[in-house]
Each structure stands twice: as C-alpha cells, then as structure tokens.
C-alpha cells in the first residue's frame, strides 16, 4: 500500500517538476523546479524497493546534491555579475571578451549532467533507478524516463537564451569572475565528470549498505549478482 | 587659414530635431562628439594608433597598384620592398610639397619596427606573415573593394565614371600588353576575356586612389598627435578645425594610377585627368566607408526573403558611423583587423586609460575600437564643417536666411543618423565603452 503510494507522489513530482521547469523565466526558480523533479526519482527508486533501485537512490542523492550544488552556485555568481535573473534579460553570456564564458560553459556542463547525458555523474544514478525500478513500476518509470527528456528541454531553453546569442553592449559591462569564485565551480564540475566515468569509485562505497538495506525489506526483489564486495 | 567659430551667435531660434544638441554644436564651430578633455585625450591617441599602421597601408596599396599590378600568382604582395619603405611621403620631411607633419617622409620608425619583431620577436619575415603578427593589410584592400563597388552610386566625383571611358580602356590595353608581353599565354586569355583583364585594372585604380588618399591622412593623423602631446589642443574643436584646415590644404591634391612596367610609366589614369584628392578620394571613401561599407560576414545572419539587407545600395548601413563594434564574432574581419593593427601602436596613456575600464586589458580591442568610432565622428564632423564651409555660409554669417540655410545642411546630415543602428546617440555618452 504506502510503496505504490510513494510511487505515484514520486512521478507526479518528478513530471511536475519538469513541466513547472518548462514555464519559469527565472533561471533560479527553473534550477530549483529541476530539483523538486530530481528528488522525485529519489523516491520512485526508494518505493521500488529493489537492490539496484535503492542503489540508484543513494547514487542520485550524491548526484543531484552534486549537480544542483553546481547549477545553484553557476546562476548566483550570474546574479551577482549580471544583476539579473531573468530569461528574457540574459543572453549572450558565453562572450569570450565581455561575458561570462567559464561560468557559460560550466553552466552547459551541470545542465547535461542534469538531463542525463552520458560521462557525467547524473546518468549513472539514474540510469541505475530506472533499471532497478522498471521490474517493480514500470509504468511510473516509464513517465520519469519520459521526464527526464523533459529535462533537456528546460535546459536546452535555458542555455539557449542565457549563453547564445548576441551580447548587447549597452548592457554587458559585466565585473569580471575573479578565481575565488572560479574555483569552487570547477572543483564541482572535476567530481561531476569524475564520477561519471567512473561511477564505481561511488557506488562501492554504497553498495553493501543498500544491499544490507534491500535484503532486510519483506519480499525484496533480487535483480543483481553478487558482487565481490559482497563476499568480504 | 579656415577657423569654425566656437562662439554661439544666436540669430535664428533653437532647432527642435531630435539632434538638436549636436546641430547647435555644429553651428557653434564643433564637432557631432562632444568637446570633453576625455574624448580629446581618446581621439588623439586613437589617431597616433591609426597612422602609423596607416603609413603601411598606403605605401603597400601603392606598390600593388604600380608595380605588382597583375602578377597572376601575387602571393608576396604583401612583402613591401624597401624602395617603397623609403619612398617619400609628399606631405612629410624636409622635401615636402606641403609639409603636414613634421617628422621624417619615409616609414615610421615604430612601424619599421614592428615589421622587424612584430609582436613576438624577431623571426623571417615568411613566419611573421603566416602567424599574422604583421600589418593586417586586407583590411586596407576591404576598404578599397567598399568604394570599389559602391563606386559610380554614390553619385560623388567622376573618377568611377573615367574607369568605363574609352580613354582609360586604351591606356589599360596598353599596360596590359606591355606586361604581359612575354607571356603569350597569358596575352591569349587577355584576348579570350579582356573584360576581366580590365576589370582588374579598374580595381588597381582603386588602390592607386585609395593609396593616395592615405598618403595624405597619415602625416595629419600623426601631426594632430605631436600637437596634442604639446598641449596645442584646447579641446574637440581644435583637432576637429586642424582636419578642416588640412582637407581644404590637399584637396587640390591630384588623384592618379601609374603602373611602372620594366622601365617605362604607363599613366593609366594621367595627373592631367585633374581628379582632386577632395571629390575623387576623401569623400566617396567618406561614403563608402563610414556610412555604407558592406555587411561582415559572420556578424549578421542574412535572410534574403525577409529583406534583412537593403536593395538599394544607398541604403547600406554598415559603415563605422553605424558599427556595432562588439560583434558576435571575434578574429578575421575587417574591422578587427584594424583594431588588431591599432592596438600594436597606442600610445601609453592611451593603455593606462583602458586599464581603468570596463575588463581592462581584456577588452582593450573593444574599448579601442569604440575609440575609434568615436574619433571617426569627428572626423565625419570635419567633413561636414569643410563643406559647409564650401558650398554654404560662414558660421558667423549675420543674414539668419544664410544660417538657416547652414542648419537645413546640418539636418539633412543628421537625417541618416536617425536610424537606431546610428551610434551618434552612444557617443554623447561618455560612459559608451
């Protein structure tokens, strides 16, 4: 009863919050609607309640507090530096003379790894909930997978409008981005891109506990070989 | 000697244009940029910067139009040989015809050397030229390709109009002859395609034309800096009136093409033609460059259905007065290359003065490049001041018909800066970097 329950409260939240993603023109509120969206295949996984979802769990909560830590602090230092948030004002950021191109860059690499794209640390987490959830839920999977391509359009509008396009130059009298505030981002992206080349260097450390955590649940599901960490 | 009055002398009433403030500062003896000891300090130095790549530029313009002339496999045209380094500028040096400046009539020892190290060090003149750490000459040729074709539509002078005469065509056919004359291959596709063939003597004419111009600028530019580092500038007007005074000085100056073919001159376009320096060069260059130009590729995303660019030639709005000089892009047109050049030959104060603002050294090209937008509204301000000058009244004229005459001049001027591509309004502002 309360793991269907959790289920269907995690997909709504997961489409919820990419469709509300969608709508914003704030790109503070657009990251933050991401993050509700994000949570939500937190808990379809945990609902699931299998080895692999439970994993994919853990494994999404180190991602998402990884990559939204990144996007939240890219558009602060474009807040700071612009003195604007919204959609319809920024553009052209990726300037090499006048606009932010580092912060432009790093912001289109948080918002792949946001969507899931392949190398970065945000598709081994929830690719792994997908497979781990697919047995149990396969409909409300099916939605989160369908979700997170809705991820790439929010991003892709986001970038798209900030990033491209022409700086106007009665605008863009920008301070630059010393590298105290550099640093921080760029120690962020290093992990995120780390992790997803190497997603076991993370998930090792996780995976006897989740094991541990999915053995003990009545009529768990077993969807994986036992690994060697097990044998220790 | 010309002197615009800076005195107001007000007869008629103030004029309610949308440019009223610069129409009374015209009538007032100024320029269209506002007379501030910032931008005098900012035109100056932009001037110095563009002279001595300048000095480059019309010395190379005049060796590919005299003596390259139409090498079919020009690739070394830009490898200025000595002579033309030494060659003497008419309007520098002890021998002068009219001394402007007063430094020496050969090249400029600052660009001589940079032509040695460029910005790097000193390497075979080959390296320097593949690695661009040269004079960016194609600029210069993208300047004489814009009066090139906007030519005979801007209705100036009749110096385009000789280029189709029968006249100009027999003294090409003969210069083209005497260079090909051992070249029987290359005589025959001159007999298959002579329109070609004389198509791009036309064009060499430019460079003559265009040459010859600058050889003029230089030595003004350069003169209007050492005047400046003397404390000869009270403000905007002074370096404004000096230009006054020297395109009235040179516009007699005459405008020719020769070609120097084994040991011969072939006058392609004569002296005795009389085409002036004023009417055949300065103002269809004037035309061409400031306002019309062309469309850089790269900046600007063109839609032929939608009509984003204009039918009519006389449209064009492209030019330095209307540039939006932070472009999308960044390398390789020609405008940046003239940055590029520029930034090599600022003066210190000018580079002290860019650090303090915007990104520093950062952006330098772009606040350098708005600089020269600016120093080019005055220069445009001296041209409008000259003809008035020519064709109208004195400022301090006491008949107010004569001095609304001179307003209604002053509007139609203004009338093509009412588009919202004009920087005209950016540059009151001081704060426009």
Sequence with gaps: ?232 | MVQTTTQSFPKISPSNHEFADVIHRLEAGGSMLPDTPENLKQIIGIYKAYAVPMDFYWRNLLYIAERVFLNPLPFFKYFLPQQYLDLHNRYAGDDAELRIWRGEATAHPELLEFMEKGKTFKAPKLFHHLGHDRINMEFAEACMRAMFWHGRNMGLGQFDAYLDSEEYKANADRAIRAYFKNNPAMLGLYRLFPEMFLEQVRQLSYYSNLGLFWEVMAPVFLEMSDIYDEGGFKGVPDAMNFLVNGIFAVAGRPIYHHAYIGDECYEIVPKSKGFMWLYEAALPYVEAIFYRTTPFRGTKSYNAQAQQVPDDQKDFHYGILYADVFPVGTAGIPPTLLMDDMYHFLPDYLQQYYQKYCRGEDDVLIQLGITFQRSMYNVNSAVIQALREALLYPLDDPNPKHLMANRQFFKAQMARFKRPEARLRDIQQQDYR
């Design chain 1, 1 to 232: 009863m309360v793991a269907p329950g959790l289920v269907i409260i995690g997909t709504v939240s997961v489409v919820y919050g990419a469709l509300s993603a969608i709508a914003q023109k704030d790109i503070k509120r657009m990251v933050a609607y991401s993050s509700i969206g994000h949570m939500g295949y937190i808990l379809v996984a945990a609902a699931a309640g299998t080895d692999i979802s439970i994993l994919g769990a853990v494994a999404q909560m180190i991602s998402h507090g990884l990559i939204l830590a990144l996007l939240f602090y890219l558009v602060g230092i474009v807040e700071r530096k612009v003195g604007t948030r919204e959609l319809n004002v920024l553009n052209g950021l990726m300037n090499p003379i006048r606009g932010l191109p580092l912060i432009s860059a790093l912001l289109i690499l948080g918002g792949m790894a946001s969507a899931g794209i392949p190398g970065l640390i945000g598709f081994a987490a929830e690719f792994i909930i997908f497979q781990g959830s697919f047995s149990t839920f396969p409909i409300p999977t099916m939605l989160c997978i369908f979700a997170s391509g809705l991820t790439a359009v929010y991003f892709v509008i986001l970038l798209n409008r900030t990033c491209f396009g022409k700086l106007d130059n009665q605008l863009s009298y920008y301070p630059k981005v010393v590298w105290a505030e550099k640093i921080p981002a760029l120690v962020l992206t290093v992990t995120i891109f780390f992790l997803g080349v190497q997603p076991n260097w993370l998930l090792r450390w996780i995976e006897p506990t989740t094991n541990f955590l999915a053995a003990s649940q009545p009529d768990r599901v077993v969807l994986h070989q036992p690994s060697k960490l097990d044998k220790r």
